[in-house]
Each structure stands twice: as structure tokens, then as C-alpha cells.
């Protein structure tokens, strides 16, 4: 795969954290703006930028492929194809490709006699046989003896051609509005028929591609110097009476199933005395003479597929003039209100707080119900890009919710940081992984062990030492034993922390100046498999690894604040037990 920039990375990463910022300022406006901003996006990109252009043509390409596999063989439009087995079967008849233009013209001979609408070479003749001159005079004088057929022309992006002045009025250039006298136009004639100059009827067989080069397309005429030339299917449904699409191209309409006879299967036939095919094989048929063999390098990208027959485009062409069936375009910048109106609802739903999931699942649902409208449209003659704006839609979305995920994740450490200062760290970790309090009423039992300790005289020590010393001892004495538990006692869990305390006013003080005595007895409690959840022999770990600093605690003549104070050498009693323990919530309905 190809490496993403990481400039590109970057400046999205700062994107994302500006919309953060935003709706984290203003919760209810801050998701309107954004919206904004991609408002402000898709009418630049419908206006300027076209790169959601893309996004229509590539979705659009899987619904045309999906609708040609259901459309039948085409009945009006047969193809004789120089296959790779006519160009094997006719090298010993009529050499390697290319064959001498008589053989061509015995071919219109053979296939008029049987009465076709038209007949079309989708091949260039545009170069003479300076060896067989009279193989060319014969193939003209075919094409002249037949109105209903035409030949292809070409026209070239650069070159200066021949001047239109002195084409012959067969080629049917077209002024548009007062081209000069002298314009020269590179189109590649049929110079084979130069010799009969009413032979020299068709049209253009260019390639039409789409701005990702995909043929899907087919334009009906091509302006150059002031002059108009039309292409091979326009020309053909002129001459025959059809009615032409007012536009310079129409979306063609595909199928799959194309009638195939090989070139060399009817020309061998048109020799024999005894035919063995049958004789209305191409009555009231457009016959269209081209080739797929591989070797002749006539291949194009299209919806269908990547190496298609041009031949095949052509009688795409052909056949949608012929039926009037061509796909007809909703214009892109049409559905600008339809990809705003996503965002609007997005954003609205979103500063109103509903869930994102919710929204999602809306969106999901309504991006189906559009793409099966749109599928129905199709089915019915009409193509209408609906792609880019849901891409617009989801986009959007996807963006939103990155912002509101960033922003919770944000709330949610800090409040984590919080309570992670006044409960255990794991039972912080457990609620917010949970996402809810257990509220349950019932009760249930559970095998814990507790450690429990007490410092020995702690009354007497309250009482002749300062209150501030005596909450600095409390500190670093609780800080010790709380080490046990958590560390020592394999992940325990602290429960509780308190102390007797009463307050007193020393004298001498002013009130609002006193200060907190603390006097009782300084406990911390501990316990270990309760919370946040089981552990496996939880009495045995806690015993095997806590035991040591319960049947050695440390002296409190060790601290400083203990040596300043002048007390003597007092220790502080511990314990453990371990048993079950009933766990429960309990609590009133209501605050």
C-alpha cells in the first residue's frame, strides 16, 4: 500500500484537535460551526474542486455493471468480429492483417443482400494499398454501391490535417458560426475511398473519457476550428431517421450479452455454392464489423472492465441511439441540498446529545433507502449521483464522532484523576470500565481477608502533642500500613482510614483561627478480594506476603515527627482474618 504523508497526519491531527477545543467551548454551537466548515467544504468541492467526482463515478460504475449483467442480448445490433480465430482461419485465404480491402468489400456484397438497416466498420481505412491499388478501388466501389453503409473517421488532438474547404460533402462537416475559409482539421479520412467521393460517409469512432480515464460516456460530436463533426453511431441514426439527443455526450447504457458471428465464419460462407448459414441471418439488423482479437490492440477501459472490446462500446452506442434508451444524467451540483441536509442533521442530533450510535444507525438506514431510490432511478433510464453526498454525510459522521470520542476520553481521565485521589485506583479503573454503578439491592457473600491495625497510646500522644504534628504522623503512619495492602497483599483493597478526632480551640487563639486536635484511636483497614474482583487464594497471598510487615511493623520512634515530639517508644498493633463476608449497596431509592 502507499505510505500516508505525514504532513497529511499532522495537519488532520490538529484538525481534529481544533474541532475538540470547539464544541468543548461551545457544546450546543460548536457541533453547528463544524458543520459549517464541511458546508463551506462541499460547495467549494462542487463549485472548484470536483474531487468527490470520484466518488460518483467508481459507485456509479458498480450500479451500471450490476444493471448490465440484467440486461438481455441485444436483438438489433450484430457484431462480425475479426476474432483471433478469423485472423488464423483467413491467413492462408487472405495473408496476415491486414487483409486486402476486396475481401471488406466482398463482405458488404455478401451481408446487403440480406437486407440490414445499416452496416458500420468500426476499422480505419485511412491509409491506401500502394502494392494492391485495385483491391481499395474494389472495396470503394462496394461502399459506394450501398447508401446504408459507413466508414470510421478519426480525429486527432494535434496535427494539421486537411483544410474542411475540400472534404467531400459525404464527410458532413457542419460550420458552426463562421469558421474561416482556411481551417485545416486533422481528421483521419477513409482515404481508400478518395476515389468515390460519396463513399466517404461515417463518422468518429474517438474514445470518450471521463476525467479518472474510464469510457462511460459516448459523444455524439467533436467541435474543432469552427467546424462540427459527428460521430459513427450519430451519423448512422441521422441518416436512418432516429431522433438525437440534444447534448454533447450521453451516459451509455450497458449490457453484458453482445451477438458475436466470427468474420471469417461469413466470409468463408459467401463462398460457398451451398450456403450452410441461413440467408436472413442479418435482416433488419445493424451489422457492425470490428475486431476483439487481442493482437490488434483494440481495448479500452470501462465500467465493465478493464480491457473492453471498442467495438463492443461502439454497438453500446449504437444500440442506446437506435432504442432512445441512453442513461439520462441528474447534474451533480443538484444534490448539494442533499448532502447539507445530512450534515444539518447530524449536527443538529448531536448538539441535542443524542447518541452517536443512534445517529449512526439513522444514517445507515437512510443511506440505503437513497441507494435504493437511486437504484430504482436507474432502472428506469436515470442516473443520479448520490454517492458523493452520502460520502460527504458519513464523513462528517465519522468526524464528529472522532471529536466527541476525543472529548469524552478527555472528561473521563480527568474525572478518573479525581477519584482516583479519594478511592482505589482499580475500583476507579472498574466503574469506568463498567460505565455504571452497580445498583443492584441484593447482597451476596464473599471469602475476603482484612488487615487491620492500631497504634498503641494514641489518645495519650494526641493529647500533648500538636495537632499538626500529630496529622503529619497520622499521614506518613497511614501512608506505611496503606503500602501493605496495596503492594504487599498482593492488590488488596483500602476500605477504610479514620481516626477519632475532636476539635478544640487551644487558648490564647481566635476562633475562626483554631485548629483540628486529633485524639482516639488512628485505624486503617484493608481488605483483599472483594473489590474490584476475585482472587484466586486470596487468604494465602495476602498472609504470605503482607505477614512479614504485620509481625514486624515499623516503630514509630523511626519517624521525626514521633522523635521531636519526646514520646517513648510505642509500637502499633496488626492483624489479619480471613473469612466470608457479606458484599451488598446499600442505600435509600431516593436523595
Same mark, same amino acid.
Given at each position: 500500500? /502507499?505510505?500516508?504523508?505525514?504532513?497529511?497526519?499532522?495537519?488532520?491531527?490538529?484538525?481534529? &484537535?481544533?474541532?475538540?477545543?470547539?464544541?468543548?467551548?461551545?457544546?450546543?454551537?460548536g457541533?453547528? !460551526?463544524?458543520?459549517?466548515?464541511? *458546508?463551506?467544504?462541499?460547495?467549494?468541492?462542487y463549485?472548484?474542486?470536483?474531487?468527490?467526482?470520484?466518488?460518483?463515478?467508481?459507485?456509479?460504475?458498480?450500479?451500471?455493471?450490476?444493471?448490465?449483467?440484467?440486461?438481455?442480448?441485444?436483438?438489433?445490433?450484430?457484431? $462480425?468480429?475479426?476474432d483471433?480465430?478469423?485472423?488464423?482461419?483467413?491467413?492462408?485465404?487472405?495473408?496476415?492483417?491486414?487483409?486486402?480491402?476486396?475481401?471488406?468489400g466482398?463482405?458488404?456484397?455478401h451481408? %446487403?443482400?440480406?437486407?440490414?438497416?445499416?452496416?458500420?466498420?468500426?476499422?480505419?481505412?485511412?491509409?491506401t494499398?500502394?502494392?494492391?491499388?485495385?483491391?481499395?478501388?474494389?472495396?470503394?466501389?462496394?461502399?459506394?454501391?450501398?447508401?446504408?453503409?459507413?466508414?470510421? !473517421?478519426?480525429?486527432?488532438?494535434?496535427?494539421?490535417?486537411?483544410?474542411?474547404?475540400?472534404?467531400?460533402?459525404?464527410?458532413?462537416?457542419? %460550420?458552426?458560426?463562421d469558421?474561416?475559409?482556411?481551417?485545416?482539421?486533422?481528421?483521419?479520412?477513409?482515404? /481508400? /475511398?478518395a476515389?468515390?467521393?460519396d463513399?466517404?460517409?461515417?463518422?468518429?469512432?474517438n474514445?470518450?473519457?471521463?476525467?479518472?480515464?474510464?469510457?462511460?460516456?459516448h459523444?455524439?460530436?467533436?467541435?474543432? #476550428?469552427g467546424?462540427?463533426?459527428?460521430?459513427?453511431?450519430?451519423?448512422?441514426m441521422?441518416?436512418?431517421? =432516429?431522433?438525437?439527443?440534444?447534448?454533447?455526450?450521453?451516459?451509455?447504457?450497458?449490457?453484458?450479452?453482445?451477438?458475436?458471428?466470427?468474420?471469417?465464419?461469413?466470409?468463408?460462407?459467401?463462398?460457398?455454392?451451398?450456403?450452410?448459414?441461413?440467408?436472413?441471418?442479418?435482416?433488419?439488423?445493424i $451489422?457492425?464489423?470490428?475486431?476483439?482479437?487481442?493482437?490488434?490492440?483494440?481495448?479500452?477501459? &470501462?465500467?465493465?472492465?478493464?480491457?473492453?472490446?471498442?467495438?463492443?462500446?461502439?454497438?453500446?452506442?449504437?444500440?442506446?441511439?437506435?432504442?432512445?434508451?441512453?442513461?439520462?444524467?441528474?447534474?451533480?451540483?443538484?444534490?448539494?441540498?442533499?448532502?447539507?441536509?445530512?450534515?444539518?442533521?447530524?449536527?443538529?442530533?448531536?448538539?441535542?446529545?443524542?447518541?452517536?450510535?443512534?445517529?449512526?444507525?439513522?444514517?445507515?438506514?437512510?443511506?440505503? %433507502?437513497?441507494?435504493?431510490?437511486?437504484?430504482?432511478?436507474?432502472?428506469?433510464?436515470?442516473f443520479?449521483?448520490?454517492?458523493?453526498?452520502?460520502?460527504?454525510?458519513?464523513?462528517?459522521?465519522? &468526524?464528529?464522532?472522532?471529536? %466527541?470520542?476525543?472529548?469524552? +476520553? &478527555?472528561?473521563?481521565?480527568?474525572?478518573?484523576?479525581?477519584?482516583?485521589?479519594?478511592?482505589?485506583?482499580?475500583?476507579?479503573?472498574?466503574?469506568?470500565?463498567?460505565?455504571?454503578?452497580? #445498583?443492584?439491592?441484593?447482597?451476596?457473600?464473599?471469602?475476603?481477608?482484612?488487615?487491620?491495625?492500631?497504634?498503641?497510646?494514641?489518645?495519650?500522644?494526641?493529647?500533648i *502533642?500538636r495537632?499538626?504534628?500529630? $496529622?503529619?504522623?497520622?499521614?506518613?503512619?497511614?501512608?506505611k500500613?496503606?503500602?501493605?495492602?496495596?503492594?504487599?497483599?498482593?492488590?488488596? $483493597?483500602?476500605?477504610?482510614?479514620? =481516626?477519632?478526632?475532636?476539635s478544640?480551640?487551644p =487558648? @490564647?487563639?481566635?476562633?475562626?483561627?483554631?485548629?483540628g486536635?486529633?485524639? @482516639?484511636n488512628?485505624?486503617?483497614?484493608?481488605?483483599?478480594?472483594?473489590?474490584?474482583?476475585?482472587?484466586?487464594?486470596?487468604?494465602? +497471598?495476602?498472609?504470605?506476603? @503482607?505477614?512479614?510487615?504485620?509481625?514486624?511493623?515499623?516503630?514509630?520512634?523511626?519517624?521525626?515527627?514521633?522523635?521531636?515530639?519526646?514520646?517513648?517508644?510505642?509500637?502499633?498493633?496488626?492483624?489479619?482474618?480471613?473469612?466470608?463476608? /457479606?458484599?451488598?449497596?446499600? =442505600?435509600?431509592?431516593?436523595?
Amino acid at each position: 500500500g /502507499v505510505a500516508t504523508p505525514r504532513p497529511f497526519l499532522r495537519s488532520l491531527s490538529a484538525m481534529l &484537535t481544533f474541532a475538540q477545543k470547539l464544541v468543548r467551548r461551545l457544546p450546543g454551537r460548536g457541533w453547528l !460551526m463544524l458543520a459549517g466548515l464541511f *458546508a463551506l467544504l462541499v460547495l467549494v468541492d462542487y463549485r472548484f474542486l470536483e474531487i468527490s467526482r470520484i466518488v460518483d463515478q467508481r459507485a456509479g460504475d458498480v450500479m451500471l455493471r450490476v444493471k448490465a449483467a440484467q440486461r438481455p442480448r441485444s436483438d438489433r445490433v450484430v457484431i $462480425v468480429d475479426i476474432d483471433q480465430r478469423s485472423l488464423e482461419m483467413m491467413n492462408e485465404m487472405a495473408g496476415s492483417w491486414p487483409w486486402p480491402r476486396s475481401v471488406h468489400g466482398e463482405l458488404i456484397d455478401h451481408v %446487403a443482400r440480406q437486407g440490414p438497416r445499416g452496416i458500420a466498420f468500426d476499422i480505419l481505412f485511412n491509409e491506401t494499398d500502394v502494392y494492391r491499388p485495385e483491391h481499395d478501388a474494389a472495396f470503394a466501389a462496394s461502399v459506394a454501391q450501398h447508401p446504408n453503409v459507413w466508414l470510421a !473517421m478519426t480525429l486527432n488532438a494535434d496535427g494539421r490535417g486537411a483544410l474542411v474547404s475540400q472534404m467531400p460533402a459525404s464527410v458532413r462537416a457542419r %460550420a458552426l458560426s463562421d469558421p474561416p475559409r482556411d481551417a485545416a482539421v486533422p481528421l483521419m479520412l477513409p482515404l /481508400v /475511398v478518395a476515389q468515390q467521393p460519396d463513399a466517404m460517409r461515417g463518422g468518429l469512432i474517438n474514445f470518450t473519457a471521463d476525467s479518472d480515464t474510464v469510457g462511460r460516456h459516448h459523444s455524439l460530436y467533436r467541435d474543432r #476550428n469552427g467546424w462540427r463533426f459527428s460521430s459513427l453511431a450519430a451519423r448512422m441514426m441521422e441518416d436512418l431517421g =432516429r431522433p438525437l439527443p440534444r447534448q454533447e455526450k450521453v451516459l451509455l447504457n450497458w449490457r453484458r450479452g453482445w451477438q458475436h458471428v466470427s468474420y471469417a465464419d461469413i466470409y468463408l460462407d459467401s463462398l460457398r455454392q451451398k450456403r450452410l448459414r441461413p440467408q436472413s441471418e442479418f435482416k433488419n439488423k445493424i $451489422v457492425l464489423v470490428g475486431t476483439s482479437a487481442p493482437g490488434l490492440l483494440d481495448l479500452r477501459l &470501462t465500467p465493465l472492465e478493464s480491457t473492453y472490446p471498442g467495438v463492443e462500446i461502439l454497438a453500446t452506442a449504437i444500440d442506446n441511439l437506435d432504442r432512445g434508451d441512453w442513461l439520462r444524467e441528474i447534474e451533480r451540483p443538484s444534490m448539494i441540498p442533499l448532502a447539507l441536509a445530512l450534515i444539518a442533521a447530524i449536527a443538529i442530533g448531536l448538539a441535542r446529545n443524542v447518541s452517536a450510535n443512534l445517529l449512526g444507525y439513522a444514517l445507515l438506514a437512510l443511506s440505503v %433507502a437513497v441507494t435504493a431510490a437511486a437504484w430504482f432511478a436507474l432502472a428506469n433510464g436515470t442516473f443520479v449521483p448520490i454517492f458523493a453526498p452520502l460520502a460527504f454525510g458519513w464523513a462528517f459522521y465519522l &468526524t464528529a464522532s472522532g471529536v %466527541a470520542y476525543l472529548d469524552e +476520553r &478527555t472528561q473521563r481521565l480527568r474525572t478518573a484523576g479525581m477519584f482516583k485521589r479519594f478511592l482505589d485506583p482499580r475500583v476507579v479503573a472498574d466503574l469506568i470500565e463498567r460505565g455504571e454503578i452497580d #445498583n443492584r439491592g441484593s447482597a451476596e457473600s464473599r471469602e475476603i481477608t482484612v488487615m487491620f491495625s492500631d497504634i498503641r497510646g494514641f489518645t495519650a500522644l494526641s493529647e500533648i *502533642a500538636r495537632a499538626e504534628d500529630v $496529622v503529619a504522623l497520622l499521614n506518613s503512619y497511614f501512608s506505611k500500613q496503606v503500602e501493605v495492602i496495596y503492594r504487599r497483599c498482593h492488590h488488596g $483493597v483500602l476500605g477504610r482510614a479514620y =481516626r477519632n478526632t475532636r476539635s478544640c480551640a487551644p =487558648r @490564647g487563639c481566635r476562633r475562626d483561627r483554631h485548629v483540628g486536635c486529633a485524639s @482516639g484511636n488512628a485505624r486503617p483497614t484493608g481488605s483483599i478480594g472483594c473489590r474490584p474482583r476475585n482472587r484466586y487464594r486470596h487468604p494465602y +497471598r495476602a498472609r504470605g506476603r @503482607g505477614i512479614h510487615r504485620i509481625e514486624r511493623p515499623p516503630r514509630l520512634h523511626r519517624d521525626r515527627r514521633y522523635r521531636e515530639s519526646g514520646q517513648p517508644d510505642r509500637r502499633h498493633d496488626q492483624g489479619s482474618r480471613a473469612g466470608a463476608r /457479606v458484599r451488598s449497596n446499600a =442505600r435509600c431509592r431516593r436523595r
